[in-house]
């Protein structure tokens, strides 16, 4: 690849990629923040709310990415949403997110044992007490493995976002390559790039769940 | 609203839905044998062919499909080869899907048990019997309900093949809401075309899943 051509489009290179880390982020706190709440609903056990949840996480889990990014970003005005691309963006990946990370968080309250909430009714914790500090620590720290890896594969789906003209890394990319004819050196620069972002969140989400489970490792060896 | 439109283009729809499934049909099929070579690989004695295994893995599976299917698609271009856009297309989602695929085989690899393959050898079956009469048979099997599960991940995985130009069904809802300036009624109408496909994978997987269960006697 040709350094020239780099250096000219470093600015908008790296704003590319400061969008595609907005994008990331805020996209992802949406969807662990509409997930969590659709589990928390769930949890209320009424019939007809959670039909309409179940309906909408199988839904947002049975179509591609892509099609829903169209559906809000095109098809959107029709209903009267009208969005900028950035925010269709970020709503997509929040709400994509969001019924995988419900069900990550249905599993991990799941996976809290009965035995601890009886444990804690029988000492006389409040219902209420009882889900803040034995079911919901419990729940979340079940979850973390299972988080970072749908941020990881949320972190590859941002790149679709290009599609939809949001300005994000891969955009400005292919801008570069349509403007340079440099397309393949661009593409492959691409790769590794995003190579190298998986690697590193995998291997900080691996340290994050060493830390956070690591008192589960302890209390084996113990036992 | 215009339900209408969705009802015009059923025909068109449907014929661009069965490409879909087409399209990532062979995307698996291809993936598969790829998928087999990398686990191959993977599990392999010699040190160099596990690493290439690793390597293989860690960067179909880091890379987003769509920067590999741009990759292939310029790359074969770069070297004047001109091949159709279906070939980068079933291409890209089998290279991509080798690596998801060959780590459920090695992982139903390790699911069979270790002893089985000693008992064997104390049996004096020679290691290809043992790979061909024990270990295979069993692998495969338990290796069915991922692969189900990988095959409707591709199902989804295939709307970015609509960015090489393959009339498939996202590019299809994308021409209709050009044609009729309907979008809203296009997505709604190809996303319920991809659920239902979805739909009936999964409950396939799911009869899968309990037939095996049922022969393994659990």
Redesign the interface.
């Known amino acids: 690849m040709n350094p020239d051509v780099l250096w000219r489009y470093a600015p908008s290179l790296i704003s590319g990629f400061g969008v595609t880390i907005l994008c990331w982020g805020a996209g992802g706190a949406l969807g662990l923040l509409i997930g969590f709440a659709i589990t928390l609903m769930n949890r209320l056990g009424i019939p007809p709310l959670r039909w309409a949840l179940r309906a909408f996480i199988e839904v947002f889990r049975g179509t591609p990415f892509l099609m829903q990014l169209f559906l809000i970003y095109a098809g959107g005005p029709s209903i009267g949403l009208r969005l900028g691309a950035t925010t269709a963006g970020i709503v997509g990946l929040g709400l994509y997110s969001s019924a995988y990370f419900a069900e990550i968080f249905r599993a991990g309250f799941a996976s809290v044992p009965a035995g601890q909430i009886e444990a804690a009714t029988s000492v006389g914790m409040a219902p209420f007490d009882t889900l803040l500090r034995v079911t919901l620590p419990g729940a979340l720290i079940a979850a973390v493995p299972s988080i970072v890896n749908m941020l990881i594969v949320l972190s590859k789906e941002t790149v679709v976002l290009s599609i939809i003209t949001v300005p994000e890394l891969m955009y400005q990319v292919q801008t570069m390559a349509a403007e340079t004819f440099t397309a393949f050196d661009a593409i492959f620069a691409m790769a590794v790039l995003y190579w190298l972002l998986v690697e590193t969140v995998s291997r900080l989400g691996a340290r994050l769940e060493a830390r956070v489970t690591g008192y589960l490792a302890r209390e084996e060896r113990a036992a | ?1 215009k339900p209408e439109v969705i009802l015009h283009s059923f025909g068109y729809l449907t014929q661009a839905a069965a490409t879909t499934v087409a399209v990532s049909f062979a995307g698996i099929v291809f993936g598969f044998l790829i998928g087999a070579a990398v686990c191959a690989a993977r599990v392999s004695r010699r040190v160099w062919l596990k690493r290439l295994g690793a390597a293989y893995v ?2 179909f ?8 299917l ?2 292939i698609y ?2 074969l ?2 070297y004047g080869l001109d091949v159709p856009a279906i070939v980068a297309a079933v291409g890209g989602l089998a290279l991509s899907s080798a690596a998801f695929q060959a780590e459920i085989l090695r992982g139903a690899l390790n699911a069979v048990p270790r002893g089985q393959g000693e008992a064997a050898t104390a049996l004096g079956f020679g290691p290809l019997d043992i790979w061909r009469r024990i270990l295979l048979p069993q692998a495969l099997k338990i290796s069915v309900p991922p692969l189900i599960n990988e095959f409707i991940l591709l199902l ?5 093949v ?2 090489v130009g393959i009339a498939e ?2 590019r299809v ?2 021409n209709i ?1 050009s044609q009729t300036y ?7 109408g ?2 319920l075309f ?2 239902a496909i ?2 009936c994978f999964a409950a396939l997987g799911g009869l899968a899943e309990r037939r095996l269960a049922a022969g393994s006697g659990q």
Do not use: D, H
């Open positions: 609203m860690s960067v599976r880091g890379v987003p499909l769509l920067v590999q741009l990759f310029y790359f271009a770069e989804k995985a295939s709307s970015l609509s960015v069904l996202t809802s994308m809401a309907r979008p809203f009624e296009a997505y709604v190809g996303g991809y659920l979805n739909l």
